[in-house]
């Protein structure tokens, strides 16, 4: 059984459906991405799976349970963690409280200061400084470290890579084969297509609230993924 799975979701935003149908399965230890243009129902998505959306039709089930109507903080409890797009920081805070926020959960794992430190060597030597001072780069770090410290078996990326310069995305998205290895399963809601292939072994590609296109991103070819992503017509 998948670690989470999702039958037929539909969301309304009042009388407007921002997903039609939808549905998608994430295995335990698995990394997959979900990618589509703005406005194609990514954000929308993830904000349905950790109950931040409750006008909601369909099926989502996390560890076999159905979670559909539970409320955030218990999905939460649960061991779903959410990184969310603009980090979304205690910008008052150093950078080891807000990290010591996401260990107040209380789950038991891998995931420790140490290993937090390990993982991004450049926020041991920035753990007394407020967030507010940090780069956009480092405040991901800390975003995404946050989170991990929550010990999370699902770790759910919105758009980590906005904003940021090319050499910082490829540093931080060298950190998810630790991830990987920790057990911890990852979606990755993205619109660089190439980063989204290169970290995943299973893609979707949502257009306008549905999903246009899935499979293992080895064996889809970027004219495929391009048709699916603009909606255009796939030629040979």
């Given amino acids: 059984?998948?670690?989470?799975?999702?039958?037929?979701?539909?969301?309304?935003?009042?009388?407007?459906?921002?997903?039609?149908?939808?549905?998608?399965?994430?295995?335990?230890?698995q990394t997959v991405s979900i990618i589509g243009a703005n406005g194609a129902g990514k954000s929308t998505l993830l904000k349905a799976i950790t109950g931040l959306e409750r006008q909601k039709k369909g099926v989502i089930r996390y560890?076999?349970?159905?979670?559909?109507?539970?409320?955030?903080?218990?999905?939460?409890?649960?061991?779903?963690?959410?990184?969310?797009?603009?980090?979304?920081?205690f910008a008052t805070l150093s950078v080891e409280d807000n990290l010591r926020m996401g260990g107040a959960m209380g789950r038991k794992g891998p995931w420790t200061l140490p290993a937090i430190y390990a993982l991004f060597p450049a926020l041991q030597e920035l753990r007394d400084v407020n967030a507010a001072r940090l780069s956009g780069g480092q405040q991901q770090m800390v975003s995404i470290g946050r989170a991990l410290m929550t010990n999370p078996r699902l770790l759910l990326c919105d758009e980590i890579s906005l904003g940021l310069a090319p050499?910082?995305?490829?540093?931080?998205?060298?950190?998810?084969?630790?991830?990987?290895?920790?057990?911890?399963?990852v979606v990755l809601?993205?619109?660089?297509?190439?980063l989204a292939c290169a970290a995943a072994s299973y893609v979707?590609?949502?257009?306008?609230?549905?999903?246009?296109?899935?499979?293992?991103?080895?064996?889809?070819s970027m004219n495929e993924i391009s048709a699916a992503y603009f909606g255009t017509e796939a030629h040979p």
């Avoid at 059984?1 to 335990?28: S, T």
């Fill in 167 to 185: 050499k910082i995305i490829q540093d931080i998205y060298r950190c998810f084969e630790a991830v990987k290895q920790s057990g911890v399963s």
């Fill in 63 to 89: 560890a076999g349970a159905d979670i559909t109507t539970m409320r955030a903080d218990l999905i939460a409890r649960a061991g779903m963690t959410m990184v969310p797009e603009g980090r979304r920081l």
């Fill in 1 to 29: 059984m998948p670690l989470l799975q999702i039958e037929d979701l539909e969301v309304f935003y009042g009388d407007f459906r921002a997903l039609h149908g939808l549905g998608l399965a994430v295995e335990e230890g």
């Fill in 189 to 194: 809601i993205e619109q660089n297509v190439t």
């Fill in 204 to 220: 979707y590609c949502l257009l306008e609230g549905r999903v246009s296109l899935a499979g293992d991103p080895r064996s889809l």
